[in-house]
């Protein structure tokens, strides 16, 4: 099922007009009316908790729990978060004044973009969703949503949520497929968040040059893990275990694959396989809890990875319920098919190293990833990797909890992606800093002018 647009081109240009003279009425800018927003936002999630639920179960199979811990709970942290902050986002900053500029004050405003478009996958359709509406809300901007095509059910409730709580000339949601978002991305925008693959990225980002839009891209990659030698391997397997296999591998940040030391590799493992079981059962696709592949596609992409390599564990599926069981492969090099792109599904790479330079090196061999994990009880160890790989954010002996914490921003570098966000970070990205300097009149510093006597002498002294 596709939900059809609501939209045609031409009412899609009108709703950008329409947003475009609310937004300049400054209704939105107010912390009063953000955090009003905010709080209608949070009421209606909350009241549409089983809607939700039961639409991510239509649409990816996900659990209860894992619906609400991984996209519910996760949107109600966020909104809590920034409406107890938000005045203090938005006082305006004092920076320091220089010898040059006696008499001065110099502040910083964070100043709303106008006219916002948002554009979501479908892996967390919810919470991907809603995490960069709430940045547009407390930045004082205006809003165009356009949902994944490949989860309808849980578009319909963001569009209940966001129909029932908000004028179109303020947040709005366009349906569709690709000739919608075709249509969005000719209109000019004040800013753009997107957030998808590196191929669709590319797009969004030729379309935003063309009007000279500014954007954030939140991709992906292929993230890798190290697990050395003297790491805690049944501890680093049952994380690495709940990382990867969360909504099936569908996460952006999940672990793509490991390069497990040498000496510990087998005990590793068996210690992945153990915490497998535990998770999902001897029969994960009977599992009712375990998430599905989201389309044909996909699903077929997954099923030929298994070609690749050895399978360890694993590497049953049914095409009927879309489901792929969780699967460890080894005997694989980087001219694998399965190393070539970002796997995004419950498979699960495992090569072997000797030395941690040699992985370092290798990896840098690549795209930079969005994110890193590394399991090791040594300082050392841990800081030579983060010095010397670049990537967008990880965790030392774990696995996508960084994200979840709302004082470290989100997001990628190169190739998996372009700005961050959440918590204050999510404030400064839909806002543009902009520098204001307040002048006396009081006093009128002589020197900076050409006519006064000898003002190169005391330029030259104070500009060194």
């Not at 949070?42 to 894992?66: C, G, H, M, R, T």
């Not at 910083?108 to 969703?129: A, C, D, K, M």
Request: proline share 5%; aromatic share 10%; charged share 20%.
């Amino acid at each position: 099922m596709i939900l059809e647009s609501t939209y045609k081109a031409s009412e899609i240009t009108q709703l950008v007009t329409k947003q475009k003279a609310f937004f300049q009425t400054g209704s939105t800018k107010t912390s009063n009316f953000r955090i009003e927003q905010l709080k209608k936002l949070y009421k209606s999630i909350v009241e549409n908790e089983d809607e939700i639920k039961i639409a991510l179960k239509k649409d990816l199979n996900k659990s209860d729990f894992e619906s609400y811990m991984t996209e519910i709970g996760f949107t109600l942290k966020e909104i809590s978060e920034a409406i107890k902050q938000i005045k203090k986002w938005m006082k305006p900053k004092k920076v320091k004044t220089p010898i040059t500029h006696i008499g001065t004050k110099g502040y910083i405003y964070r100043e709303p973009y106008g006219v916002t478009l948002i554009i979501s996958p479908w892996n967390y359709p919810l919470q991907l969703t809603m995490a960069p509406l709430i940045g547009a809300i407390i930045g004082g901007n205006t809003a165009i949503i356009k949902p994944s095509e490949l989860t309808p059910n849980t578009s319909i409730i963001i569009n209940k949520i966001i129909n029932e709580n908000f004028d179109k000339e303020y947040i709005a949601v366009v349906d569709g497929g690709i000739e919608e978002s075709t249509i969005l991305l000719q209109q000019k925008f004040d800013f753009i968040f997107f957030t998808g693959s590196v191929q669709v990225g590319k797009i969004v980002m030729e379309a935003a040059s063309k009007h000279l839009t500014p954007l954030i891209l939140e991709l992906g990659g292929k993230s890798p893990t190290i697990v050395h030698n003297d790491s805690n391997i049944q501890l680093a397997a049952k994380r690495i275990v709940w990382g990867k296999f969360t909504n099936a591998g569908q996460t952006c940040i999940a672990p793509d694959y490991i390069y497990v030391h040498k000496s510990v590799k087998m005990d590793f493992i068996e210690a992945l396989k153990n915490e497998i079981v535990q998770f999902y059962s001897n029969k994960p696709l009977l599992n009712n809890d375990y998430t599905k592949i989201i389309s044909d596609r996909h699903f077929n992409r997954l099923v030929g990875f298994l070609n690749n390599g050895e399978i360890l564990h694993g590497g049953e599926f049914d095409q009927l319920s879309h489901k792929i069981e969780p699967t460890l492969i080894s005997d694989l090099s980087w001219d694998s098919p399965i190393m070539s792109e970002e796997i995004f599904g419950p498979i699960l790479p495992i090569l072997t190293y000797e030395n941690i330079d040699e992985v370092i090196y290798e990896i840098n061999q690549h795209p930079k990833p969005l994110a890193l994990y590394v399991f090791t009880e040594s300082k050392q160890i841990a800081n030579k990797v983060i010095e010397r790989v670049p990537f967008g954010g990880g965790c030392v002996n774990d696995t996508l909890y960084h994200m979840a914490n709302p004082n470290l921003p989100f997001g990628g570098v190169g190739e998996s992606g372009s700005g961050n966000y959440h918590g204050e970070y999510s404030f400064a990205a839909f806002t543009h800093e902009k520098s204001v300097l307040l002048q006396t009149t009081k006093i009128d510093l002589k020197i900076r002018y050409h006519t006064t006597k000898n003002a190169l002498r005391f330029i030259r002294k104070l500009l060194k």
